[in-house]
């Protein structure tokens, strides 16, 4: 028998309690806890903690969520009906796993709430429009595909495409907000979280994040459920009144764990092998988003998934992309072509992005879009080596400008201001002179806070335009 207070005060309280007779890894057959609800939190006797997973007629299957062992004959105790996860203020600005224990030698976590894990979306008479831009700092997205608070945007990508890049480029750009940044890492290789951190330390934005690492080779159960945790870890602040942003890197580990999960429980295989309710799993995460009508404040979440070979019509990304507000894709072939961020401009779509749009900005982004268009076009054209039209050559040229004026390393992040005057000179150019680009951000950056109005943007445009223009001359 092993010595376990907490157990012994649960079955002294009259707890349904059960006996393992089966196991099979970190999943563990238990006869009896008569009464148990699905998702209830368990505690083994040996101390470690389980969440149910399936409830039958007389056997209870359960997760073990801290080892793959459980001895045959030991008894079980029902903890709670409702698995819950500590949240709170103190966890802004550390490393934790799953279960909320510290990864970043900074001591434990003092936490006097607990929420729901699995907690439901907020209804529609709960919810109010979105409105409000989510600035990332990233101009071909600020631009294009505005992220809006409050929104479900997916990040689909092949590995190595710059989406990782990409969301840490967001979550500094939050650095002196009130905004709280929530990063759940799901079978992450070491070198990729250190990155991370080393990033969220040195900007500082560290200060208003929360990062949450899965090992996929320590605990499967944990990274079947750190999506889930990390949600009612970003709901807390959300319902306390601040904006907060959940970042889920990536959703396609998770479905493979959940995979794995569902096919050693017993379930039926669907396409892919994914089980029949991988739509649900996911949708019923993502809906929990969205903006509160009580306080105004909003939950954004932004799922990754990989796309092998970018092909966006597998099973995992088409569902993704049906449940979210739009999806930003990072293409391989720029990426190769030395286009960052490798963002596709003529798949990726913000559905709602254009309510945090000013008219302006919706005039710019459509010129934009055109222009980009017209370059593509030109380019095909440019393929048979014959003599170009000056209006093809000008497209040509335009476009090069567009793409040179929206590439930026992981490192630079612009305002949306910053980048309205940017893309505003490169468009009043026409393709018609070469700009030095370089130097029409610098000298962005240097007049972005003079601007107060719209009105004040036109006069900008033109002094950047024969600047950079005067300099390329020189």
Not at 45 to 59: H, K, L, N
Not at 400 to 425: G, H, N
Not at 444 to 466: H, R, S, Y
Request: hydrophobic residues 45%; charged residues 20%; glycine residues 8%.
């Amino acid at each position: 028998m092993f010595e376990n207070s907490e157990f012994q005060q649960l079955v002294k309280a009259g707890n349904p309690t059960g006996e393992v007779v089966g196991t099979d890894r970190f999943l563990v057959s238990v006869k009896g806890l008569d009464g148990v609800a699905m998702n209830a939190l368990v505690l083994f006797e040996t101390g470690e903690r389980g969440i149910v997973s399936q409830v039958g007629e007389e056997i209870v299957l359960i997760m073990n969520l801290e080892s793959e062992s459980a001895p045959l004959g030991s008894l079980v105790v029902l903890f709670d009906n409702v698995f819950t996860t500590p949240v709170g203020e103190n966890f802004i600005g550390r490393v934790i796993n799953p279960l909320g224990e510290p990864l970043d030698d900074k001591g434990t976590v003092a936490t006097g709430q607990r929420r729901a894990v699995f907690g439901q979306a907020p209804g529609i008479m709960e919810r109010q429009l979105l409105s409000d831009r989510l600035p990332t700092g990233v101009t071909v997205v600020d631009m294009l595909f505005p992220v809006v608070l409050g929104q479900r945007i997916a990040v689909l990508g092949d590995t190595k495409a710059g989406k990782t890049a990409f969301l840490m480029q967001l979550g500094i750009n939050q650095t002196n907000t009130d905004r709280v940044v929530v990063y759940v890492m799901i079978g992450k290789r070491r070198v990729e979280i250190d990155r991370l951190l080393s990033a969220l330390t040195e900007s500082g934005a560290i200060q208003n994040s929360v990062v949450i690492v899965a090992n996929i080779f320590d605990s499967l159960a944990q990274s079947y459920l750190a999506p889930y945790i990390g949600c009612a870890i970003a709901e807390h602040f959300w319902h306390q009144g601040r904006d907060a942003v959940i970042i889920y890197d990536d959703l396609s580990a998770h479905a493979k764990v959940y995979r794995e999960v569902s096919l050693l429980s017993g379930g039926s295989p669907g396409r892919d092998s994914y089980p029949g309710d991988m739509f649900f799993a996911h949708s019923s995460l993502l809906e929990r988003a969205g903006r509160l009508a009580s306080n105004g404040k909003t939950l954004t979440a932004l799922p990754v998934v990989i796309t092998p070979g970018d092909d966006i019509t597998a099973f995992l990304p088409t569902s993704i992309m049906s449940i979210t507000d739009g999806q930003i894709i990072f293409d391989l072939k720029n990426f190769r072509q030395n286009i960052r961020p490798a963002v596709n401009a003529g798949l990726s779509v913000s559905r709602v992005g254009g309510r945090c749009q000013t008219q302006r900005q919706k005039q710019l982004s459509g010129a934009l879009f055109k222009k980009l268009a017209e370059y593509r076009q030109a380019s095909e054209f440019a393929h048979f080596g014959s003599d170009l039209a000056p209006e093809t050559k000008q497209a040509l040229l335009l476009g090069e400008l567009i793409i040179d004026a929206m590439r930026q390393t992981p490192a630079e992040l612009f305002s949306i201001a910053e980048q309205e005057l940017v893309l505003e000179t490169v468009l009043a150019s026409a393709g018609q002179k070469r700009l030095n680009v370089g130097l029409l951000k610098m000298k962005a950056k240097e007049m972005a806070p003079t601007i107060a109005t719209e009105d004040a943007i036109d006069p900008a445009v033109q002094q950047l335009l024969t600047a950079s223009i005067m300099e390329i001359q020189a």
